[in-house]
């Protein structure tokens, strides 16, 4: 059974063969992870593998480590069948696989093929880009916190920046970048996202007044059925919960693959499974 599955929902599984696992990679400010995904349950069948994020961050520089990391996970003992499609979750609106924005990477991504460099870094390995909060997303609304719940859940990420998914009836509405609403007349990324706690030197119980008002605003625009919180912080919610007010109606859990989310997401996208690939006419 998955570990983030609910319980009895996914039955014991026979062992995954190469045709059930996907590799995902999860590009973000500070660091490129990737990891192998059995797509029957969600979970990573080894450990995942990390590199730091290349600064700058050029497509050269961040397409050269992709490649390093997915060549480690492929030569694993257990690993997808090495002509499978990869997928890669990148921090920035990509449509059709295009980058249309920069926020934590290098300006020269924009307008900027991202699955036509990954591919040719992998050596014509098909390759297929989302972004990374909406893979964080898909990933919760598919195996985790999201599963079998209808009405509109908004997924938020605190980590580098902020990011943000909408899953409405699941079915995912892309790149939404909620990370940028402003609020208070800030900016919201450079307020309540976790570097921001980090490079203001904020206590917990200011930094979780910011993070209210924050979801206060989201829930005010989209009235969600649900938030899931994810991202390293959501390992420690008692430190920045109890400094929310009763204004949020809204329930709130914390996002069951953490840290995975993205990898998760980018393989379950790359295996062709999801309806807003199919209507690409590519599954």
Do not use: C
Request: glycine content about 12%; proline content about 6%; overall charge negative.
């Amino acid at each position: 059974m998955s570990e983030y599955a609910e319980p009895g929902v996914i039955n014991e599984l026979p062992a995954p063969t190469p045709k059930d696992l996907q590799i995902g990679v999860d590009i973000g400010g500070t660091g490129i992870k990737g990891g192998i995904v059995d797509l029957r349950t969600g979970n990573l069948v080894s450990d995942r593998f990390r590199i730091d994020t290349p600064k700058p961050a050029t497509p050269e520089a961040v397409a050269d480590v992709v490649r390093r990391v997915v060549d480690e996970l492929q030569g694993r003992d257990l690993a997808p069948d090495p002509e499978s499609a990869v997928g890669i979750d990148f921090p920035a609106v990509v449509k059709n696989g295009m980058v249309f924005s920069a926020a934590n990477v290098d300006d020269s991504w924009i307008n900027t093929d991202l699955e036509q460099v990954m591919s040719e870094a992998l050596g014509g390995r098909t390759v297929y880009g989302l972004n990374d909060a909406d893979a964080a997303g898909l990933a919760e609304a598919t195996y985790g916190q999201g599963r079998n719940r209808d009405g509109l859940i908004a997924v938020i990420t605190l980590g580098t920046g902020i990011g943000s998914a909408l899953i409405n009836d699941g079915v995912l509405i892309p790149n939404t970048e909620l990370g940028h609403l402003e609020i208070d007349g800030h900016n919201a990324e450079s307020q309540a996202s976790a570097r921001a706690r980090e490079v203001h030197e904020l206590s917990w119980k200011k930094y979780g007044k910011r993070l209210y008002r924050y979801f206060e605003h989201v829930q005010m625009l989209f009235s969600p059925d649900l938030f899931i919180i994810g991202g390293g912080i959501s390992k420690n919610p008692e430190k920045f919960m109890p400094y929310f007010e009763d204004q949020i109606r809204t329930p709130m859990v914390m996002a069951a693959l953490r840290n995975n989310a993205g990898i998760v997401g980018a393989a379950l996208w790359a295996g062709g499974m999801l309806p807003e690939r199919k209507r690409r006419g590519e599954a």
